[in-house]
């Protein structure tokens, strides 16, 4: 296994836009998380699934914010109409239950 | 609700020589976990280290060791025989409840002198 993966690496969109990326656990995983990190900051929590079940939202997660796991595989969370301050590292993570997260590369989201 | 406080945003050492990053949290769970993650520039994050608040014994691996005071909440990294591999933005993070989201320090830039 190679990891936990994430699609795209980078994205430039123009504010207004809709994003959407994609993350792929490590395949055992039944718990894939998603995190938020700005410049200079620790990452923030955003939300996690269990499966396909989504368990807990942050109040970071506007209504602009949404995050599915069919199936309990991979992960998709989309920004709609994008605003300057969603510019942030989005972060991918995944555990076997509570165990030790693993992070994927990120992506890198820029609006312009 | 849990937080994780990293005052010192840099630091530097020489290379072969020994650093402790600190860190200390807050939180009102009886069971935790406390972590140091190391995220090189432009590179994902990984584990450097795991602690079990229930353990007294402070974990080890390799040259990373933590110092665990669970009284004053304390938790700190040291690092021996630093190597300029070593240079990294590190966080301390906390894990608690049965959601097991972690809760992130701000981070420290440690710096590498050759």
């Known amino acids: 296994d190679t990891g936990v993966s994430q699609n795209p690496r980078h994205k430039i969109t123009k504010r207004g836009q809709n994003v959407t990326f994609r993350c792929d656990p490590i395949?055992?995983?039944?718990?894939l998380y998603w995190y938020r990190q700005t410049l200079g900051q620790g990452p923030e929590f955003l939300t996690y699934f269990q499966n396909e079940a989504q368990l807990e939202k942050s109040r970071l997660l506007s209504d602009r914010f949404s995050a599915e796991r069919p199936k309990g595989s991979f992960s998709t969370l989309e920004i709609q109409r994008t605003e300057q301050g969603d510019s942030a590292m989005y972060l991918c993570a995944s555990s076997l239950w509570a165990g030790e997260q693993y992070f994927g590369p990120g992506t890198r989201l820029t609006v312009t | 609700a849990q937080t994780v406080t990293q005052s010192q945003p840099e630091m530097s050492v020489q290379e072969a020589e020994t650093v402790t990053l600190s860190c200390t949290y807050d939180t009102s769970e009886s069971d935790y976990y406390l972590f140091w993650y190391k995220q090189p520039p432009s590179r994902q994050m990984i584990l450097v280290i795991r602690q079990e608040a229930y353990k007294q014994q402070n974990a080890t691996e390799n040259r990373f060791s933590v110092n665990f005071q669970k009284a004053a909440k304390s938790f700190s990294l040291k690092i021996s025989d630093s190597q300029l591999g070593d240079a990294a933005m590190y966080f301390c993070?906390?894990?608690?409840?049965?959601?097991?989201?972690?809760?992130f320090g701000k981070g420290i830039t440690l710096s590498v002198r050759p």
């Open positions: 395949s055992e995983h039944n718990r």
């Open positions: 993070a906390c894990l608690t409840g049965a959601n097991s989201k972690l809760t």
